[in-house]
Every structure is written in C-alpha cells, then in structure tokens.
C-alpha cells in the first residue's frame, strides 16, 4: 500500500453508527477516488466490507488494525493517555507523521482534540484552539457563516476569543476566497455593553484589532440570517447554540410527525408536501455538511457530528481531502501566524504609542 | 377608579410593537374581565383607544400618564436611575406600593430587571433573581419544561444556578401541581464532567441538594424532549437557547417561504399544507406562550417577548393575572424561602457531620 500526503486517514469506530456506516461512508468516498485509510478492528471492518462491497479491495482503501477503541462516555484527556491503539490516537499519529493529509472522526469529540493537542504541534502564537463549522445562511442559497469554537475550549478569556476571531477570519478569508470577511460575536443583545464579563472584553479587544473586520454582536436570533461570515463563542456556548438549532429542528420534524398521525387530512396534504419541505430546510442538514474542523493546530482534523451517517460520513471525508488538497489547511495556517504576528506587532505599537502620549505633559 | 391587587399594570412603550399593539392587547384582556392599567403617554394610548375600541371607558381599564419611556437601546441601569417617569420605572412603582397586583412589560428587558431589583424586595435570602420561561416539550401534547435563568444574570458563580435550581423547582411545584419536579442543569454533554468550570461546581452542589430531584445535565438538543422539568443555565447561555430556538424556527419559516416562491408546484403542495405545518409549529409559537417570570423578588413582574404583538400581549397579561390571582406568586415565594432556608441548614448539618467525621478516628 502507498501511503501519500492526499490520504485521508479514517476513525472506522467512532460515532453513534460506528463502524457499519462509517466504513460505508469510507467506502463511498474511496469510490468517488479518494484514497482512504481507515483506523479500527480489523475484523469487525473486513466483514463490514466484504458484505458492503465485495470488490473494495480493487478501491484505494486500506485498514490499520487497533485493538482499542474509545468510548463516547470516556473521560477524553485520561482515555487519550490510556488507549495508546485506539483508532484515534493511531490515526492522530500517522497524521503526526505525515503519513496522511488529514484525520476524520465521528467520535468522543472532546478525545479527538485532546489527541490532537497531544499530537499534534499548535500554530505559532495560538493558545487555544478551537473548533469551527461552517453553518446555513438562509438569505442567499449556498451561503453561509462560519461558527466558532464549538466545544474547543470551553471556558474562554477574551483574548482566547479574540484568536478565534482572526483565526475563523483566516479560514474564510483562504477556503471562500474573502477578502475582509465579516466578524460578529455572538452575544445576547448587539449593544456594545451586552455580553458575560468576558464578551464584553472581547468586544473591546476586536474593536481594536486593524486586521480584522469587526462588525459588533450579533444575536443567537439573527445568526442565520447573513449579518456576518464569522460568528465567535466560547466552546460552551457554541455547543449550546449548534445543538439548540440541531434541537429545534428535531422538534419541529417531530411535531410535524405528530401532527400527521393526528388527522387523516394532513396526512394527505403533507404527503403532498414532504418533499418539498425536506428539501426546503436541506440546507440545515448536517449530513450534507461535512464536519467541524480543528483551526489552530497544524494539521488537518475533522470532527464529523457523533450521530453521522454514511452520507455524513461521505461528505466529511470529502472535506478533509478538499482542505488537505492543494495545501489549503497550510495556507489557511500561515494567515493564522501572520496575523497573530500582526495583532502582536499591533499591540506593542499601542502599548509604544500609549507610552509616548504619557511622557507628554498635558 | 379603584385599584385593587387583582389590577395589572402594562407598560404601554414598551416593546417593538409599541404603543399601538401593546394597548390593543391590553384592551382585549380587560375586555376578557381583567383589570388593567396603562402606564406611558396618555394623548397616545388615548388616541389607540379611541380608534381600537371607541366604548374603552366602559372597561376595567385606566391610564397612567408617564412623561418619559425608556427605549431598548438604552442602557438599562442609568436609563432607569434617570428616567423617574418612565413607564417602567411608574409601573415598578406601583407594583412596589401594592397599588396593582402585577407588572407587564415587553420593553428593554435589562431596564425592567434593573428596575424590578431597585425597587422591589428579593425573597429572603436570594443572591440573583433569573428570568423563567415555560417551554414547550413535543413528547406529549400541552407538556412544557421551565427554562431559567435567560437573561437575568449573565455571569453566573455555581450557587447563583443552584438557587436557580431551587426557585425553578418551587415555581413548577406550585404552579403545575408537581411533587418532585425533575431539574436539570443544561451543559455540553451529559456526563458528569462536562461544562464550564461554573456548571461543573454547580453540578456537585445540585447532586448534594437535597431537596431536589436532580436528574444530572441534558445537552441543548434534548431539551425540548422531555428530560427535565426544570432547566437551568446561566443569564446569557439562557438568552443563546431561546433565541437560537426563535432564530431557527425563523429560518426553517423562510426555508419554506423561498421554496414556495422557486416552484409552482411547491406552491400548490405547501398552499395545501400551510395550515397543518402553521398548527404543527404552534408550540414554539411564543405569541401564545406570555411571557417570562423574574423569580427571586417579592412581587410578580413578567418581562414579555421584545417583538410581542396584541395577542402575545393579552396571554402575558392573562399570565400575570393568573399569577397574582390565589396569591399563586406568593406560595412560590415562600417555597422559595424555605427551600433556600433548608439548604442553608443542610449545608451546616453537612458541615457539622463532616466536622463529627473528622473527629473520629478512622
């Protein structure tokens, strides 16, 4: 087997469908030319195959065996110490190594990044890093924003959340070819003086910060609604808002349901009407997504949603080949470092001027 | 005019509908048998009226005039402290000496807040009041789950969310009839040691709370499917909840609307289907819903829906006369008091047998 930079490795045992769909996915993926490595049981994996696609073996798609497995329940930092086989440590590690371009995982999130700040080398000057998926915009077709940190770190100083903000605006300045993207915080009111204490200083720091165009708060009613092309949360709030949205989705799907086995009537009407409707809010579709990505670390790791099917699956490993591709992911990082630089340079000019204005006697 | 205690006191300026649609609302409740008071600008709640309902006199239904109003982009402590005839400020006011039974407000929530905690006692003991909210659950028809804090306090220490937890248990008690409500704390995970450092804390406190029935964390996804009875967060996650709910129910709305207008079919199918999917999505409609509750003060104060319309004000108004009726809010508050009281001496009786442990030798 040949093992090139373009290879995607894949967690074959993590997520709420693992591995039957994952593998799957993989297989889709492997078969729309991807070449694909997939990280987990042997066994359990080769069955899955041979019953799947008898002939995967004439695909660009090859197994790594590991004997453990971590657990969506395991506590992330001791499992990822604990379980030096598991598919995510080894797939952490050949991306480590170079081995592939970039690492796939539906699984325990909060061990994925642990492995990857384990692993993998941190971007000069970043802190923390974070997690960053790109969302629905509902004003234009195919648009969208991109939302950070969603469960990277949890709990943030200002100055955290204002790397996310020139980390996310590298990302969307490389991946959507912006040149002055849009950045928001999300808060709960867009007046400057609304915010928890570490928005509003937050608020003050992006205020100040040249390289970025900083547009205010936004509100968590307004995100979908195109006011900004960045939208920066710390991870636990970012957790909160993608998995209420994911919520209210569910919850209208399901009343809709109710509402359908209530009444003969609506069962034709919406009958009628189902496809339309599933193709009306496809755009809030995770499957058709991909995954969030780690920005900050530096090289490619994509946290796919746990409950990922095979076609979420397909669609993250996709992902991962497009940012692996053409050095992307490295293009996006070497904006991260010059503008932490910048932002550096920025401040001690400040801090130089501030200092000049105080030897001058009023 | 006679005032009594079953009188509701309505800011007319408050809101983004008004003054038109508020006093609309207010008189649709004080045609439904509720006594009402206006508080705002007499010539302009003078003028709806005339126009709304020509024999308004003939109603339980008076106007205050206040010379001033205090707008939602004002920043709520100054704006209340200089705005002394302000409709907010008056309302509070009267509230405060009795005069009404209840106060109802959809302006600037930050200034009722702010307002409500200068001139209105807390319960005993009560650090922060939160602002609470019945939402709906979908597992069962008309079931609902209370939302708190949304916005009453932003920054959050753990024993903020435990009193939290323990005036949304009294406040479910009392006003749905239930024994041993299941409270909840929302968090980015449902193990244990998932959350902030403040939710974390604040889960061991909850575990150790004896008189609560606490069900452990429910991560924002679920919360509309029936796990708790209680759902507890801080000031500004709470805000990141309930409007990334109302922004996504928006979107799925425009979802739909864009759909309807790329295709003739769609069209006829979703013309069809509009009424059923209007009923499906009518329990997250918060037009039916009234408004929220500040828990931890002496007097009820409902803080409605920014963009309440007529008959979203006329179900607060209903809310607040229900709430003060039976002296329901005082039951809640005395709950309130002597759980916080029972806690306090259950945490000395804790500390005294640890300290009796601590003697014996082991």
């Not at 996915?25 to 490595?37: C, E, F, R, T």
């Not at 970043?126 to 915009?137: E, M, Y």
């Not at 903000?165 to 999300?186: C, D, F, I, N």
Request: charged share 20%.
């Amino acid at each position: 087997m040949s093992m090139k930079k373009q290879t995607i490795a894949v967690d074959a045992m993590g997520g709420d469908h693992a591995p039957e769909l994952i593998v799957r996915g993989a297989v889709d993926a492997a078969s729309a030319g991807i070449s694909v490595l997939l990280f987990g049981s042997e066994e359990k994996i080769t069955v899955i195959l041979d019953r799947y696609r008898s002939d995967w073996r004439s695909l660009s798609l090859s197994i790594v065996h590991c004997s453990q497995s971590i657990g969506m329940a395991d506590q992330p930092g001791r499992a990822v110490l604990k379980y030096k086989d598991s598919s995510i440590v080894q797939g952490m590690e050949f991306l480590k190594k170079g081995m592939v371009g970039a690492f796939v995982s539906a699984g325990n999130s909060g061990a994925i990044l642990a492995a990857a700040l384990f692993q993998i080398n941190r971007v000069d000057r970043v802190i923390r890093p974070a997690i960053a998926t790109f969302l629905p915009s509902v004003v234009k077709e195919n648009s969208s924003f991109l939302a950070l940190d969603l469960g990277g770190t949890v709990d943030c100083r200002p100055e955290h959340l204002q790397q996310f903000a020139l980390m996310g605006h590298a990302y969307v300045a490389v991946m959507q070819e912006m040149k002055s993207p849009r950045v928001a915080l999300l808060s709960n009111g867009h007046e400057p003086y609304k915010g928890s204490a570490a928005v509003k200083t937050a608020y003050d720091l992006l205020r100040k910060t040249a390289s970025l165009n900083f547009v205010g708060n936004v509100e968590a009613r307004d995100i979908f609604f195109g006011h900004a092309d960045v939208i920066v949360c710390d991870g636990f709030v970012g957790n909160i808002m993608l998995k209420t949205a994911q919520g209210t989705v569910k919850a209208i799907k399901q009343l809709l349901a109710n509402s359908v086995q209530s009444s003969f009537f609506s069962r034709i009407t919406l009958g009628f009407a189902a496809s339309t409707i599933k193709k009306a809010v496809q755009p809030l579709d995770y499957t058709k997504k991909g995954g969030a990505l780690i920005l900050g670390i530096k090289k490619p790791v994509i946290v796919a949603h746990g409950s990922s099917n095979q076609e979420a699956m397909f669609h993250a490993i996709m992902q991962a080949h497009r940012i692996a591709h053409d050095s992307l992911f490295d293009r996006v990082n070497q904006e991260i470092a010059a503008l932490l630089l910048a932002d550096l340079a920025g401040d001690q000019s400040t801090s130089k001027s501030k200092v000049e204005r105080e030897m001058v006697p009023d």
